[in-house]
């Protein structure tokens, strides 16, 4: 294997991406920033802690299908906004530096319809779907060209494996910056939760999809100001009681980027990796999540306290997933 220096990057990560609380919701108080207690590269300081409020992206929204069909608008556009204390530039879906999470059940049908407001061509693929490449389906082949409406049309089998998928541009040639510039989002197939013990089927769910912005293409080295977001945000508040058991679904909808996370004092139960229920659950305190990969775990509220989600120094040299 010959290394060409463009392709291999070294990652260093030491940076803070959630704040958890761990309290009775009765005494979850307005008291997020005040406990922030780091940053990431850049100068977010307390106060910046969560939703970024100055930032003029849309929240994510969340699509869930209605008597069997999940119908959505997905329009992609450019947007400006502000990134901690950036002012940075990015194509959206619908607004949103993370676009709108799907959930959709094994056996219904996904029609989408995918508006390219940009000045260049751009389509749309469905990471780790077992469904059909043709046509309008999970077609990469397909170009929408600016200005173009395109139908996309999805049938999930009924057998498919419940569990976390994503989706983004996958148009040759493009499709690295586009999904570095923020066409990415998260997609469920729901039922994860009804193959947990009964105790659990009602188990309160949150997702954290992640990605660095803004994304440089060839000088992902940390020194410059890329910000670590969940969800769309920087550190972003997570709550769950004492003793709760929720489920967490990470995925990582960066086209490079790798995460090794932990939550100090707590373990992942890990239940779904890439999109299937695991044949053995495992227990792990860090999770390395690379571009594209994706976890459900079980996390179960320690002590009441402030934990930190923290995103540890991931180094090594990674061949970055280069999509073209
Ligand atoms: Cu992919």
């Given at each position: 294997?010959?290394?060409?220096?463009?392709?291999?990057?070294?990652?260093?990560?030491?940076?803070?991406?959630?704040?958890?609380?761990?309290?009775?919701?009765?005494?979850?108080?307005?008291?997020?920033?005040?406990?922030?207690?780091?940053?990431?590269?850049?100068?977010?300081?307390?106060?910046?802690?969560?939703?970024?409020?100055?930032?003029?992206?849309?929240?994510?929204?969340?699509?869930?299908?209605?008597?069997?069909?999940?119908?959505?608008?997905?329009?992609?556009?450019?947007?400006?906004?502000?990134?901690?204390?950036?002012?940075?530039?990015?194509?959206?879906?619908?607004?949103?530096?993370?676009?709108?999470?799907?959930?959709?059940?094994?056996?219904?049908?996904?029609?989408?319809?995918?508006?390219?407001?940009?000045?260049?061509?751009?389509?749309?693929?469905?990471?780790?779907?077992?469904?059909?490449?043709?046509?309008?389906?999970d077609n990469i082949f397909r170009v929408i060209g600016p200005g173009e409406t395109a139908k996309y049309v999805l049938d999930i089998p009924i057998d498919h494996p419940e569990g976390t998928?994503?989706?983004?541009?996958?148009?040759?040639?493009?499709?690295?910056?586009?999904?570095?510039?923020?066409?990415?989002?998260?997609?469920?197939?729901?039922?994860?939760?009804?193959?947990?013990?009964?105790?659990?089927?009602?188990?309160?769910?949150?997702?954290?999809?992640?990605?660095?912005?803004?994304?440089h293409y060839w000088h992902l080295n940390y020194t410059s100001p890329t910000y670590q977001t969940i969800?769309?945000?920087?550190?972003?508040?997570?709550?769950?009681?004492?003793?709760?058991?929720?489920?967490?679904?990470?995925?990582?909808?960066?086209?490079?980027?790798?995460?090794?996370?932990?939550?100090?004092?707590?373990?992942?139960?890990?239940?779904?990796?890439?999109?299937?229920?695991?044949?053995?659950?495992?227990?792990?305190?860090?999770?390395?999540?690379?571009?594209?990969?994706?976890?459900?775990?079980?996390?179960?509220?320690?002590?009441?306290?402030?934990?930190?989600?923290?995103?540890?120094?991931?180094?090594?040299?990674?061949?970055?997933?280069?999509?073209?």
């Amino acid at each position: 294997m010959v290394l060409r220096s463009p392709e291999f990057i070294f990652i260093t990560l030491s940076m803070l991406a959630a704040i958890v609380i761990i309290t009775s919701q009765d005494a979850l108080g307005g008291s997020a920033s005040d406990i922030f207690e780091g940053n990431l590269t850049g100068d977010v300081g307390p106060g910046q802690s969560s939703p970024l409020k100055e930032m003029n992206f849309s929240e994510t929204t969340e699509a869930y299908s209605h008597e069997g069909i999940l119908e959505a608008t997905i329009i992609i556009d450019e947007h400006e906004g502000m990134v901690g204390n950036e002012q940075v530039k990015a194509i959206t879906y619908n607004g949103s530096l993370n676009g709108p999470t799907l959930h959709v059940k094994p056996g219904e049908r996904m029609v989408l319809y995918y508006v390219n407001k940009l000045d260049q061509p751009t389509n749309i693929h469905f990471h780790g779907l077992h469904v059909s490449p043709l046509g309008a389906s999970d077609n990469i082949f397909r170009v929408i060209g600016p200005g173009e409406t395109a139908k996309y049309v999805l049938d999930i089998p009924i057998d498919h494996p419940e569990g976390t998928f994503w989706y983004h541009s996958h148009l040759h040639g493009l499709s690295t910056v586009q999904v570095g510039g923020g066409l990415s989002g998260l997609l469920v197939i729901e039922g994860l939760e009804d193959l947990l013990p009964d105790a659990l089927h009602n188990i309160t769910q949150q997702t954290f999809t992640m990605r660095g912005f803004p994304w440089h293409y060839w000088h992902l080295n940390y020194t410059s100001p890329t910000y670590q977001t969940i969800n769309g945000e920087i550190n972003p508040v997570v709550s769950i009681s004492p003793g709760e058991t929720q489920l967490w679904r990470f995925a990582n909808i960066d086209p490079g980027t790798f995460y090794n996370i932990t939550l100090p004092g707590h373990t992942f139960r890990v239940i779904e990796e890439d999109g299937n229920p695991v044949w053995k659950v495992w227990d792990t305190k860090y999770l390395v999540i690379a571009a594209g990969k994706r976890f459900s775990a079980l996390v179960t509220g320690g002590e009441n306290g402030t934990y930190p989600l923290k995103m540890l120094p991931y180094r090594g040299v990674l061949r970055t997933h280069i999509l073209r």
